[in-house]
Structures are given as structure tokens and as C-alpha cells.
């Protein structure tokens, strides 16, 4: 009997000398040391054994079990250990390297799709003759409200919810209507035009359909006999361009202090088909492109004659033209930081 024991030490050693994965292991505790184990059979053969016998080889073989089962403790702490060291391996992130640099060491990456629409965007609006234009994320007064036609004691004021300086005097931008002026200063002479992507900030509450930092894209066109058919034509081209198919639109009147007259454009929820959800708040409709005719009041600021001139302006919500595009039922998920997520967007 106790020939049986060794023989069974010596190839449970053996065994575990191959043992390198968790399921091996299990298998190997299973073979020996389960309740069907080699040792179990051993200690129920026992029983035909004489009291003085069973009393050793019962010994010898508990003894057996504890050096098995130590045995197999340290196994599972190495197999552990590289798994870890694997893991740890293929998420290494060297810090010190430049972003471009880190980029080239991750295996998975892509853009974000905030960044996919915008660069389209940006292609569509160059191929028809646009500029593509910058400006700061913290601005002043004059360029957020001022110059739009938006006087201080000016109710539109609260429209947007603002973060202002401790100055009171500094902002960050609320929309991107701040560059319809910057732009004008910069172009200077009509006729132009010109699109202007980047992030604006609200202090608002969030939900599906707002988040507190988001993107939009300005659009300005100034030049003579400029008409709201010329808008539309714009505004069509692009959701074409963007979708590549036809989505139901509607233009309704809108007030926004810096066009005259003003419009909203919604597109169909494309996230319920209409029907109603939390991302449209159950009407199927979401707002996206308000625009309108730019008030003379706002071409004087910008330098423009209004006797001469005139034109349009657009301002459209980015987040959620990238949320209908790829069926995303919460704007809070673009800037959540989940890999889950981005790696959705991942292009190599
Ligand atoms: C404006 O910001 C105007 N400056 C747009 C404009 C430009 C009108 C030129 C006329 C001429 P509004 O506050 O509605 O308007 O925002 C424009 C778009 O940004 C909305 O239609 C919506 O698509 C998006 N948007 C607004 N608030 C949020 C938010 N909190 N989160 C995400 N997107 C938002």
C-alpha cells in the first residue's frame, strides 16, 4: 500500500511539471487529489487494511495530501503570476513617450468618431470652396454675446447656460458663433466663406442628448444677393454627404438674436426611427442645425456693410450628428473614456 502512495507522489510530481494554465491545474487536483482521485481510492482501499496498518499508511497518506496540495498552492501562484505578467506586458504604456510615439506602440487604435464626422465635414465643406477656421476656447464678452447682437440686460443671455471667469469678464465660448465675427475681422472682404469646428462649453445639466463639453461647427457665407435657397442648398449637401442617403428633415422658424429670420433644422431621430426615445425626448425629432439669415446688426460688428453685403450662418451640433450616424443612444458615451467603446471606432 504505501508503494502505492509513492508510486502516486512520483507522478503526481511528474504531471505537475507540465502543469502550466489554470485548467491543467484543475484537471491535476481533479486526477489526485479529488473526491474520484487516485488518492480517495487509495484511502477507501484502506478499509481492508488492519487497524495497526490503517493507522500508518492513513498517516503517511494525510501527510501526502498536505505536500500535494502545498504542491499544487505554489502551482497556482506561479500561473498566476503569468497571467499577470502577460497582462501587464501587453498594456504597458510607456509614459515618457509623445502621444504620436504611443500611438504607433498600441495595437488597437482609431479616431475618435467626433473626429471621423469633423474631418468629413471639413472635406465636404473645403470641396465646395469653404475655409476651415479656428479660435479660442476662452473668449470675452464682446466676440460670445456682444458682436452677435446679444446686448448685456439681453434675455438671450440666458439661453446658454455660462462658465464665466471670476472676472466676469472671460468665458469659455458657449458656442461656436464667437468665429462668425472673427472670421468677418479676419476675411475681411466678400465675398467668403467659411466653417469653423470646435468645443464649446454650457453649464448644464447632463443627458442623453446634452453633455456640459460638446462640439459644433459654425458656418458663415457673406457675399451679395445671398438667399435662404442657398442655406438650405448647404445645409442639404452636407447631411447627404454625412448620411449618403435621404433622412427626413424639418425647418421651422427659430430665434436666435444674430439671424434674422432664424430657423431650426431637426433631423429625424434616427436612433428610434421617430418613434419616440430619450435621446429625441419622445417628440422623434432632434435639433441639429439651427441657422438663418446674419443680422446686420452682427455684419457691422464684423466690419461688413450690411447696405452691401449679407449672407448666412449655421451652427450645427457635432455630438449629435455623430450620434445619429452611428446609432449612439447617449451623447455622455463619446467622452466616457470607456475602451468598450472606442474600441467600436477602431480602424487597425
Ligand atoms: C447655438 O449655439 C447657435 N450659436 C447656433 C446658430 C448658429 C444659430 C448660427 C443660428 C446661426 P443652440 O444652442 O441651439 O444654438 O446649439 C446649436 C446645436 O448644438 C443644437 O442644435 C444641438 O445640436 C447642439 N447642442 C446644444 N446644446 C447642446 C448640449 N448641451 N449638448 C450637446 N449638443 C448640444
Same mark, same amino acid.
Given at each position: 500500500?504505501?508503494?502505492?502512495?509513492?508510486?502516486? /507522489?512520483?507522478s503526481?510530481?511528474? +504531471?505537475?511539471?507540465?502543469? %502550466?494554465?489554470?485548467?491543467?491545474?484543475?484537471d491535476?487536483?481533479?486526477?489526485?487529489?479529488?473526491?474520484?482521485?487516485?488518492?480517495?481510492?487509495?484511502?477507501?482501499?484502506?478499509?481492508?487494511?488492519?487497524?495497526?496498518?490503517?493507522?500508518?499508511?492513513?498517516?503517511?497518506?494525510?501527510?501526502?495530501?498536505?505536500?500535494?496540495t502545498?504542491?499544487? =498552492?505554489?502551482?497556482?501562484?506561479?500561473? /498566476? @503570476?503569468?497571467?499577470i505578467?502577460?497582462?501587464?506586458?501587453?498594456?504597458?504604456?510607456d509614459?515618457?513617450?509623445?502621444?504620436?510615439?504611443? &500611438?504607433r506602440?498600441?495595437?488597437?487604435?482609431?479616431?475618435?468618431?467626433?473626429t471621423?464626422?469633423? @474631418?468629413?465635414?471639413?472635406?465636404?465643406f473645403?470641396?465646395?470652396?469653404f475655409?476651415?477656421?479656428?479660435?479660442?476656447?476662452?473668449?470675452? %464678452?464682446?466676440?460670445?454675446?456682444?458682436?452677435?447682437?446679444?446686448?448685456?440686460?439681453?434675455?438671450? @443671455?440666458?439661453?446658454?447656460?455660462?462658465?464665466?471667469?471670476?472676472?466676469?469678464?472671460?468665458l469659455?465660448?458657449t458656442?461656436?458663433?464667437?468665429?462668425?465675427?472673427?472670421?468677418?475681422?479676419?476675411?475681411?472682404?466678400?465675398?467668403?466663406?467659411? +466653417?469653423?469646428?470646435?468645443?464649446?462649453?454650457r453649464?448644464?445639466?447632463?443627458d &442623453?442628448?446634452?453633455?456640459?463639453?460638446?462640439?459644433?461647427m /459654425?458656418?458663415?457665407?457673406?457675399g451679395?444677393?445671398?438667399?435662404?435657397?442657398?442655406?438650405?442648398?448647404? /445645409?442639404?449637401?452636407?447631411?447627404?454627404?454625412?448620411?449618403?442617403?435621404?433622412?427626413?428633415?424639418?425647418?421651422?422658424p427659430?430665434?436666435?438674436?444674430?439671424?434674422?429670420?432664424?430657423?431650426?433644422?431637426?433631423?429625424?431621430?434616427?436612433?428610434?426611427? !421617430?418613434?419616440?426615445?430619450? +435621446?429625441?425626448?419622445?417628440?422623434?425629432?432632434?435639433?441639429?442645425?439651427p441657422?438663418?439669415?446674419?443680422?446686420?446688426? +452682427?455684419?457691422?460688428?464684423?466690419?461688413i456693410?450690411?447696405?452691401?453685403?449679407n449672407?448666412?450662418?449655421? !451652427?450645427?451640433?457635432l455630438?449629435?450628428?455623430v450620434?445619429m450616424?452611428?446609432?449612439?443612444n =447617449?451623447?455622455?458615451l463619446?467622452?466616457? !473614456?470607456?475602451i468598450?467603446?472606442? @474600441?467600436?471606432?477602431?480602424?487597425?
Amino acid at each position: 500500500m504505501i508503494e502505492k502512495l509513492k508510486s502516486l /507522489e512520483t507522478s503526481f510530481k511528474k +504531471v505537475l511539471k507540465e502543469t %502550466d494554465t489554470e485548467a491543467k491545474l484543475a484537471d491535476l487536483k481533479a486526477r489526485f487529489l479529488g473526491k474520484k482521485g487516485e488518492l480517495s481510492a487509495i484511502l477507501k482501499s484502506l478499509a481492508q487494511a488492519s487497524p495497526e496498518e490503517r493507522k500508518t499508511l492513513g498517516q503517511a497518506a494525510n501527510e501526502m495530501k498536505i505536500r500535494l496540495t502545498g504542491k499544487m =498552492d505554489e502551482a497556482k501562484g506561479a500561473i /498566476e @503570476r503569468t497571467i499577470i505578467d502577460s497582462k501587464l506586458a501587453a498594456d504597458w504604456i510607456d509614459i515618457t513617450l509623445t502621444g504620436s510615439q504611443r &500611438a504607433r506602440s498600441v495595437k488597437e487604435s482609431g479616431l475618435h468618431p467626433v473626429t471621423i464626422v469633423q @474631418r468629413e465635414l471639413e472635406d465636404i465643406f473645403l470641396s465646395m470652396g469653404f475655409d476651415i477656421l479656428d479660435g479660442p476656447h476662452i473668449e470675452n %464678452d464682446f466676440y460670445n454675446f456682444t458682436a452677435l447682437n446679444i446686448p448685456e440686460t439681453h434675455p438671450a @443671455r440666458d439661453m446658454q447656460d455660462t462658465f464665466w471667469f471670476k472676472d466676469m469678464k472671460h468665458l469659455l465660448r458657449t458656442h461656436t458663433s464667437t468665429i462668425q465675427i472673427r472670421g468677418m475681422e479676419e476675411k475681411k472682404y466678400p465675398p467668403f466663406k467659411f +466653417v469653423a469646428p470646435g468645443k464649446v462649453f454650457r453649464s448644464e445639466a447632463t443627458d &442623453a442628448s446634452h453633455e456640459a463639453v460638446f462640439h459644433q461647427m /459654425e458656418g458663415m457665407l457673406i457675399g451679395r444677393d445671398i438667399t435662404v435657397a442657398h442655406l438650405i442648398y448647404f /445645409e442639404k449637401t452636407l447631411l447627404s454627404e454625412i448620411f449618403k442617403r435621404d433622412v427626413e428633415i424639418r425647418l421651422r422658424p427659430g430665434f436666435f438674436p444674430f439671424v434674422e429670420p432664424g430657423f431650426e433644422l431637426d433631423i429625424q431621430c434616427l436612433i428610434c426611427g !421617430g418613434k419616440g426615445c430619450k +435621446v429625441c425626448k419622445q417628440t422623434g425629432w432632434v435639433e441639429l442645425l439651427p441657422c438663418g439669415m446674419t443680422h446686420p446688426n +452682427v455684419l457691422r460688428h464684423g466690419g461688413i456693410d450690411p447696405e452691401e453685403y449679407n449672407g448666412f450662418a449655421f !451652427g450645427l451640433g457635432l455630438d449629435r450628428l455623430v450620434m445619429m450616424r452611428y446609432g449612439i443612444n =447617449d451623447i455622455r458615451l463619446l467622452h466616457s !473614456g470607456s475602451i468598450d467603446f472606442s @474600441r467600436q471606432f477602431a480602424t487597425c
